[in-house]
DNA sequence: ACTATATATCGTAATATTGCGATGTATAAT
DNA sequence: ATTATACATCGCAATATTACGATATATAGT
């Protein structure tokens, strides 16, 4: 075993799953704050704001891209980073969604 | 290597990290969406209702509760769990604040 | 006390993640 | 053409995750 049974689950539970895995780290957590705060897109200056190795760093932008929710566009020698507003949106509706499915009430545990 | 390196990130994004993990799972998702559908408290239900083994189920749900997101109390033989109302406000405040910081302009990549 | 039921935990195998140094690749400048 | 700059990718070591069978624990009913 060691990998995840995706075959029993549906295309939007996978799919939010690796949306939020993309998510699930600091460093990522922290890039796309930075990503957001300089509006316009940054690529190495990752390296010098966060404390980490540029090979990581540039592994972190990977995931970032492959779940879709950063877009890179060459420009020159650097790489430009910048939210995909599409993936965003999206991923923001699924989020509201899902929390707004819970509501409280007294019979519970 | 092969540890998170928390210490040089702040706590609100290792915390928000250690949230979006619990929740970055098909699984763990599918778990939180039957525990809010039936809205009182389930546990073995799950077992069925997926189709995973009862200790994967087990595992699944401790995660959840480590991370603060349900909570379970024992109820005769079998245990009830339910959404921790307080955490769940919590982590949705904090993902809205975190989407609502980016706005779209055109000057981008 | 004994048995059934429900859940948790242990131990293990397969695989994934994290981080980094070293190296490759591609554009810009001289 | 050569060199500098900026990223990406490879390869590796340490650790974490996923899933499950087997076993432990704890309550309820007889």
Same mark, same amino acid.
């Given at each position: ?6 075959? *029993?689950? %549906? #295309? ?7 949306? !939020? ?5 600091? $460093?990522? &957590? $922290? &890039? ?5 705060? @300089?509006?316009?897109? &940054? +690529?190495?200056?990752?390296? #010098?704001?966060?404390?980490? @190795? ?9 995931? !970032?891209?492959? @779940?879709?929710?950063?877009?890179? %566009? &060459?420009?020159?020698?650097? /790489?430009?980073?910048? *939210?995909?507003?599409? /993936?965003?949106?999206? !991923? ?11 509501? !409280?009430?007294?019979?519970? +545990?």
């Amino acid at each position: 075993m060691g990998l995840t049974k995706t075959e *029993i689950f %549906t #295309e939007e539970q996978n799919r939010l799953a690796v949306m !939020l895995k993309a998510m699930a780290h600091p $460093a990522r &957590i $922290a &890039i796309l704050q930075q990503i957001i705060k @300089a509006n316009a897109c &940054i +690529c190495g200056d990752l390296v #010098e704001e966060l404390g980490l @190795a540029q090979a990581t760093i540039s592994q972190h932008l990977k995931e !970032l891209k492959n @779940a879709g929710i950063i877009q890179g %566009t &060459i420009e020159g020698v650097s /790489v430009c980073y910048c *939210i995909n507003p599409t /993936v965003w949106n999206e !991923l923001q509706q699924q989020l509201s969604a899902f929390f707004s499915t819970y509501e !409280l009430k007294t019979n519970c +545990c």
